[in-house]
């Protein structure tokens, strides 16, 4: 079984190659044009994505050291994403797979980032059992999802407005530093006080976050401070990135607890971009080790955006015999 995986959801164009259960490759040609505006352009993001498309697919190939003709199936992400980013991928997977006349599987992207952790790997070997909750917390998704088998998934709390992702990167706006502003937050965080100042959670029902209401508190804070110290943020920049990690890892924490207690489940994994977050790294291994869970934590290059884990998930499809057709096109707003 060789599958040829593409990803394309948002400002990364990848593509990997998995052999049976080993994942010979996984290529990323990331979109640098979008630092100048402070966020992704959806248009400029679908024109790279056809720049890229066709090298890295070539690369991927050789890295694996397979040929065209070698693939068993084209696996691409349907969703969500940007509807221009997904087209590309989308288009180009159908192309191939009715070139080389061999099957089409779509993928969820959100679902993917779950299935992340089964991606063998020597220096993780364990993987969580079923049932387990997984984490996942991106730009664009903050979710507690249920996963009873590898195609089994239900979400059980989400976001009701912003994603933790989002807030990252608008308070790092507010701070001033570039985009993507997300790691760089965890960056100084690593200098900081992570209690030098408070700023209030928000308090949803069930499982479900929001993220608005802190983005806010945020920028009071700063606008006020800034007004009585315009230096405020340059001399205390550590302190103030640290403490909005920590009140935003604690948000996400604090569910997560909950979701264990009335669940049963102790099997916890986390997945999307900010799984790449050392301080909520840091904070759910501490907390898993206090609380007696079994705690999943991904390698950094399987947190974002990347192939692999489109691989991986169409791996279950295959063995399923779970295809599409030619018809398939892509869903923005794609559910679980």
């Keep these: 079984m060789i599958i040829l995986a593409i990803e394309s959801s948002c400002d990364e164009t990848s593509a990997a190659v998995l052999v049976d259960s080993e994942m010979r490759s996984n290529v990323i040609a990331a979109q640098l044009i979008h630092e100048q505006y402070g966020g992704v352009v959806p248009e400029l993001a679908s024109r790279a994505h056809q720049q890229h498309i066709w090298p890295v697919v070539e690369r991927a190939l050789a890295d694996a050291k397979v040929t065209k003709t070698d693939v068993s199936a084209i696996a691409f992400t349907r969703g969500p994403g940007l509807l221009g980013s997904l087209l590309v991928g989308a288009s180009f997977a159908k192309a191939l797979a009715l070139g080389l006349r061999v099957p089409l599987i779509e993928v969820n992207h959100m679902q993917a980032h779950v299935l992340a952790h089964f991606i063998d790997d020597p220096d993780r070997p364990e993987k969580p059992q079923f049932p387990f909750l997984c984490l ?51 960056k100084y965080a690593a200098e900081g006080n992570p209690l030098a100042y408070r700023f209030p959670m928000s308090e949803m029902p069930d499982f479900n976050f929001s993220f608005s209401g802190i983005k806010t508190a945020i920028l009071y804070f700063l606008r006020q401070q800034t007004k009585e110290n315009p230096d405020f943020i340059q001399q205390n920049l550590p ?11 604690q948000m996400l924490l604090t569910k997560l607890k909950r979701a264990v207690r009335e669940t049963g489940i102790q099997q916890i994994a986390v997945a999307g971009g900010v799984s790449a977050n050392r301080g909520l790294r840091t904070a759910l291994s501490q907390l898993g080790q206090e609380q007696g869970w079994s705690v999943f934590i991904p390698r950094f290059d399987y947190c974002t955006d990347n192939a692999a884990m489109i691989a991986m998930a169409a791996k279950f499809k295959y063995e399923q015999g779970d295809f599409t057709d030619q018809t398939v096109s892509p869903l923005p707003r794609m559910s679980f």
Excluded: N
């Excluded at 991106?138 to 249920?146: E, F």
């Excluded at 590898?150 to 807030?167: F, K, N, R, Y």
């Design 136 to 186: 996942t917390v991106s730009g664009g998704h903050t979710q507690i999802v249920r996963v009873d088998g590898p195609l089994d998934m239900h979400v059980i709390g989400q976001t009701m407005d912003d994603a933790v992702g989002e807030a990252f990167d608008k308070s790092a706006k507010l701070l001033g530093l570039p985009y993507p502003g997300g790691p760089l937050i965890d």
């Design 239 to 249: 302190d103030i990135c640290a403490s909005i990690q920590h009140t935003l890892v």
